[in-house]
């Protein structure tokens, strides 16, 4: 399961590591050195810009951190890459720390997303990859699958129909890699409630009830 929580984007302002205070403080020392600013003013933190100083890098209190460019008030703004705690990244362009439009997340464990982001979660259309081969095309809120959606097998099959809180339950259709198909009502990506289930021979079918899986009593039968 998707966690939601894991795609907060943290809004707290980042801490200044100690190389790079070190390094802006050597950089105005030898600044005021070639210049002669002693004899006339300091320099203004003005005079110099982020990529000049080298502030490419933010760190937060939550452990998170982000690579990319940003302004001077410290938000996102441009392309980067923002890291969370456990190792999964977020590759966006951002604007005044926000994600814009589509954007990938690469996970620790070997999942992809492609897609939207609103208002900094993973919510919209985008496509899923999974670390085994599967893949899911459709909707997401707060990094959950939801609404209409297929979600296809590495080794053969696909279902196509409703997800709910991140759970094939609903009407679908799901094919096997058998060839055998199946219409009607899933529960947690199992036939589950009324449904049809026709066999890859095309002349067997079972339509009736099912429960977890199993065929429980006939509506019809046609062999």
Same mark, same amino acid.
């Given at each position: ?6 795609? $907060?984007?943290?809004?707290? @302002? ?64 441009? =392309? ?14 951002? @604007? ?21 982001? @609103? ?27 939801? &609404? ?13 129909? $409703? ?17 055998? @198909? ?6 947690? &990506?199992? =036939? ?18 099912? $429960?977890?899986? $199993? ?9």
């Amino acid at each position: 399961m998707i966690s939601a929580n894991r795609f $907060e984007i943290t809004t707290r @302002r980042p801490t200044m590591t100690k190389p790079s205070y070190l390094r802006w403080l050597l950089l105005c020392v030898a600044v005021c050195v070639l210049s002669g600013c002693a004899k006339r003013r300091a320099p203004n933190i003005d005079d110099f810009t982020w990529n000049t100083i080298g502030w490419e890098r933010l760190y937060y209190w939550d452990g998170s951190r982000y690579q990319g460019s940003f302004d001077r008030t410290f938000d996102r703004d441009g =392309p980067g890459t923002y890291i969370y705690p456990n190792g999964d990244r977020l590759v966006a362009i951002f @604007r005044d720390g926000m994600v814009v439009g589509r954007a990938t997340v690469l996970y620790a464990d070997g999942k992809k997303y492609v897609g939207e982001f @609103r208002k900094n979660r993973l919510t919209g259309k985008g496509t899923l990859f999974y670390a085994n081969g599967d893949r899911f095309d459709g909707y997401f809120i707060n990094a959950r699958r939801v &609404g209409r959606g297929i979600y296809t097998y590495a080794g053969g099959g696909q279902y196509n129909g $409703e997800f709910n809180n991140d759970r094939m339950t609903g009407p679908g259709v799901l094919v096997y890699a058998t060839g055998d @198909r199946y219409q009607g009502d899933f529960v947690d &990506g199992k =036939p589950n409630g009324l449904g049809r289930m026709t066999f890859a021979n095309g002349r067997t079918t079972l339509e009736g009830h099912w $429960e977890d899986g $199993e065929f429980a009593w006939p509506m019809r039968l046609r062999f």
